[in-house]
């Protein structure tokens, strides 16, 4: 037996996030069978939690297997069949992915593009969206930093045929995300980033427009594994519970206990606790002189995205953070590699104590 125990470390990069030891410690919960009647309620418990966290009444609304990324399948996959018209906003690496995965499951798509760091207007995107089946676009670019403007885009295409699916992986619990009053039909987020439960599960929800959709579809859903029709046959109790996939349960204890978490201190107690302290660190590295490279007015509070000085050496300088320091912070991604730095506030992660560690770091390792 190998004794491989990990080093310390403080998660400020893109996710994972720190995770409090209560969140760790549910994971090590005695297993129960997915269809024991004492585990029914626990996955009953999360999806209520999830709709007050998505602020919804969808009842698709549950926890997929997987990350973030099968959350995005997902979504695209129960709403696209072949040849459909699909438009997605693209101004970094996660707006192209949505992209990728509309073209993999057979759409005709087009995208909006902007500048890396820049958002995508709404009118513009509107615009684009009209006529279109599904309309994608990313909340919190964790590529960039880009905090994108929703409620208009979903007030537009409210009343529209046009399925709005919005990736919330790095918004979720971080900032506001209202899917109910913005008038999103599908959404997807991940449970590493400001829910700060370890990687494995994908939270999505389904609005009433959308579920339609999936029941009216022609052809079946290109996935069966991420077919949603066949999943909500297990998580939604009607008509009794049918196995499709074996439940990862310790990953569920854990969700719930991070769930508990975000409800115990509330959304916008947490919403203001993100602001407050990316403002903190925002200041911080301008006052450095450093700059930051999503658009004003438009930053995410949980990921910055900041450039560094000239000359310095971008990795061996990362790395050096990670062990003289303990702080994982991430490297810049597409345009932004070797120059830059990703600095995540998520969750748990998100304290007065990381802002201070990291800016004292930053400036010893860069000045
Ligand atoms: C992290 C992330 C994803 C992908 O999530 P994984 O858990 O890595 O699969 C998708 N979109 C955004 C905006 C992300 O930050």
Known sequence: MTNTFPPDRILLGPGPSDVHPSVLEALGR???GHLDPAFLPVL????DQLRTVFRTSNS???PISGTGSAGLEACMVNLIEPGDDVVVGV???????????????????????????????????IEAARGAKVA??????????????????GAALA??????????????AGVDVDIDGWGVDAAYSGTQKCLSVPPGLSPVTFSPKAVEALKSRSTP??????????????VDGEGGRTYHHTAPISMLYGLQAGLDHVLAEGLRARWDRHARLGSMLQDGLSEMGLPLLAQEGHRLPQLTTVGLPDGIDEAPTRRRMLDEYGIEVGGGLGQFAGKAWRIGLMGHSASERNVRLV????RDLLG
């Not at 009953?44 to 999806?47: K, N, S, W, Y």
């Not at 964790?142 to 208009?152: F, K, L, R």
């Not at 009343?159 to 979720?172: A, K, R």
């Not at 800016?359 to 930053?362: E, F, G, I, Q």
């Open 221 to 234: 859903v290109q996935s069966w594994y991420l077919d949603l029709s066949l999943i909500l046959a297990y």
């Open 159 to 172: 009343e529209t045929n046009t399925l709005l699916v919005l990736d919330t992986v790095t918004s979720l």
């Open 359 to 362: 800016l004292a770091a930053m």
């Open 91 to 125: 101004n970094g690496v996660f707006g192209g992915r949505l992209a990728e995965v509309a073209r993999r499951a057979g759409a005709t798509v087009s995208t909006v593009e902007r500048e890396w760091g820049r958002i995508i207007e709404p009118e513009a995107f």
């Open 60 to 62: 698709a609304t549950l």
């Open 136 to 153: 994608a676009i990313v909340h919190a670019e964790t590529s960039t930093g880009a905090h994108q403007p929703v409620a208009e885009i």
């Open 30 to 32: 005695p297993l129960l």
């Open 44 to 47: 009953d418990g999360i999806c």
